[in-house]
Structures are given as structure tokens and as C-alpha cells.
DNA sequence: CCTCGGTATTGACGTCTGTCGATATCGGCA
DNA sequence: TGCCGATATCGACAGACGTCAATACCGAGG
């Protein structure tokens, strides 16, 4: 039936600490302590999602709509067509910093608050 | 003689690498409004420059040794041949997160801490 | 001046990526 | 049931990217 919740590429084993904060996928901030060469391979897949124009401004105006999602319909003008949106926002999910779910017709995509913070600390 | 220096309206603490662009740390979280065109273009550059393994390791080693700065021979062991390493190193550069300078025989890099926190604040 | 160690540049190669048009899938609705 | 709008997938293609070996450049010492 529903395609929904299927698991998220990012393998999230990492997640939770002791407190239950959920905080992801890892990693200490990059000026702690030199990343190693599989926390930079999963890392750098998020940062790598960024890492196009096209896919920031679909992920801005995703995390800037109220409630942090947005249906696709309302965010196709980035200039690109229709199948190149869909699959950046593929891209974008892959890399688990969005999920999607599909209601009636339309298709929202949300960010996830916990990946998007945990790539922020990296940045520290 | 020199480059026009001609650029937009914006934040102080802008940077500018080797070549004379302007690179800046620039723009309101992702989360608040929407990215225009062009700053998802600077931005992307930045994200998509984090976005390689090899590339987000040496920043990291960069980042970790003190003072924010390392030689290069200090950081040459992260797999791939020396050529590799110096184009990497360029791009990191060319994105303004770090900046380079020589002593004597050796290349020291340094990150630019306004861009990577700037960088960050986009995250949030 | 010449040699040497450290770093950058060049040129080549295979792979990945962004893009599109065409088409498939999926729900709602008449 | 059959059509339609919304989204995803497919197939193809050009250009960007990561990588290496070879080589050039640049200071330090002899």
C-alpha cells in the first residue's frame, strides 16, 4: 500500500545519547578532533546535498515554510523542471535531511530538526 | 591592474581568496526565508566544497591543530597521493574556508572562522 | 650555482552529477 | 470505470569532478 516510511538511507545508528536527545548522525565538532574516514564519508553526504544551489533553495524553502514542510507544488519554481525537482528532493531525502510523505494528491516534504542541527555542530 | 572590485551589498567580514572573489559569509538561516538565487549559488559552493571525504578530513585536521593551522606535510596522510591532497587544499580555498601562507619550504593552512560560523548560522 | 625536499600545476582518464523529455504511477473525481 | 492533475522513474547526454603520474615551481643549504 503506502510507500511512507520507508527507512532513510542514513543509517542512524548512532543517534540518540544517554539523555535521549536525538542527535544524529554524529560526530564531534570538526575543530575537536580530525574526522575519521567513515564519520567524513557519512558526513559528507549531507554536506554534499547542500552543495547545490538548486537543492539549498528547495531545502530553504522546505525548512521556511510553517511547520518545517511544504508540499512539492508549492516549491517547483526554482527554475529547473519538474523531474529535476524530484529528484533533488530525492537527493535531499537520501541523505536523510528530509522525509516526505504523501497525503491525497500532493506530496509534503519535512526537514528533520535533529539531522539538520547535528550537521550545524559539525560546524563549531 | 587591479580587479573591479565591484560587489553587492553585504555583510562585512567578507572574504577574498586568491583569485579576488568575493566570498561571503552570507545570509539569514535556511529556516527563516527562502534563498534567493544567487546566495544559493555562494552558499552552495561552500556546503559542496564540505561535501568530499577527503576534503572534509583535512579541514577537520585543520581545524583540530592548534591555532586553527597546520602544515601541509602535517596532513598528507588521508589516502590519496600528494597531487590530490594540493588540489583539494585549493578548493577548500577557492571556497574561502581556509586561507594559505608560506613559511620557508612549507604551506601553512588556516581555517577562516567567520565563514565556517557563518556557515553554520545558515543551519539553524 | 646546483641540488634537494616540499608544494603546486598539468594532462589524461573514468566516474559521477545535473538536466531534460518521455513515460509510468498514484489518488481524486466525474 | 475512465480521465486528469501531481509526482516519480527512466534513458540519454554533456559537463563537472576526483584521481593519478609526470613535471614545474620555490626556498633552503651546501
Redesign the pocket.
Known amino acids: 500500500?503506502?510507500?511512507l516510511k520507508e527507512l532513510p538511507v542514513l543509517q542512524p545508528g548512532t543517534i540518540a545519547d544517554a539523555t535521549g536527545a536525538a542527535v544524529v548522525p554524529c560526530c564531534a565538532p570538526l575543530s575537536r578532533e580530525p574526522l575519521g574516514a567513515e564519520d567524513a564519508e557519512r558526513v559528507a553526504v549531507m554536506f554534499?546535498a547542500l552543495?547545490?544551489p538548486?537543492?539549498l533553495r528547495l531545502f530553504s524553502q522546505i525548512a521556511s515554510h510553517p511547520g518545517g514542510e511544504a508540499?512539492?507544488?508549492d516549491i517547483?519554481d526554482v527554475g529547473?523542471?519538474?523531474?529535476?525537482?524530484?529528484?533533488?528532493?530525492?537527493?535531499l531525502r537520501d541523505a536523510g535531511l528530509v522525509t516526505?510523505e504523501?497525503r491525497?494528491?500532493?506530496?509534503y516534504y519535512k526537514v528533520t530538526p535533529s539531522v539538520v542541527a547535528a550537521l550545524g555542530g559539525v560546524l563549531r
Chains 1, 2 share one sequence.
Open positions: 500500500m503506502s510507500n554534499k552543495g547545490d538548486v537543492r508540499c512539492v507544488c517547483q529547473v523542471s519538474q523531474p529535476t525537482v524530484s529528484h533533488h528532493l530525492k537527493k516526505s504523501r491525497g494528491s500532493w506530496v
